[in-house]
């Protein structure tokens, strides 16, 4: 099994920044694709963005592009979420989770993560 801690999150002002980091645990962490997503109080889980297994492509939601950047350290089993640019509908708490291995398609469907971390809050004050 895998084991994620997101880290990272915290309260900013509207127009602030902040870095979430997902740390996991065992050996197969290179070979999933990784997505986060977020939810709010209420709402329904929401895809935030993913990534290949071996980094470089992504794919983000409409929301968060041109603001969020997902990347990838797999030396580290670590995978990062830089958000600029935040408004107060990113408010929520985000995870992170494992999707498809070795998998060219990046899901933006919750039900087909595995692992899941315990979230951390995003708090964006206007």
């Known amino acids: 099994q895998v084991q994620l801690v997101e880290s990272g999150g915290g309260l900013v002002q509207a127009g602030g920044s902040l870095r979430l980091s997902c740390a996991a645990s065992g050996q197969t962490f290179s070979t999933y694709n990784m997505g986060w997503f977020r939810q709010a109080p209420g709402k329904e889980r929401e895809f935030v963005g993913g990534?290949?297994?071996?980094?470089?492509?992504?794919h983000y939601a409409d929301s968060v592009k041109g603001r969020f950047t997902i990347s990838r350290d797999n030396a580290k089993n670590t995978v990062y979420l830089q958000m600029n640019s935040l408004k107060p509908e990113d408010t929520a708490v985000y995870y992170c989770?494992?999707?498809?291995?070795?998998?060219?398609?990046?899901?933006?469907?919750?039900?087909?993560?595995?692992?899941w971390g315990q979230g951390t809050q995003v708090t964006v004050s206007s």
């Open positions: 989770a494992t999707g498809l291995r070795y998998s060219n398609y990046i899901s933006t469907n919750h039900r087909e993560y595995t692992y």
């Open positions: 990534i290949r297994w071996s980094g470089g492509i992504t």
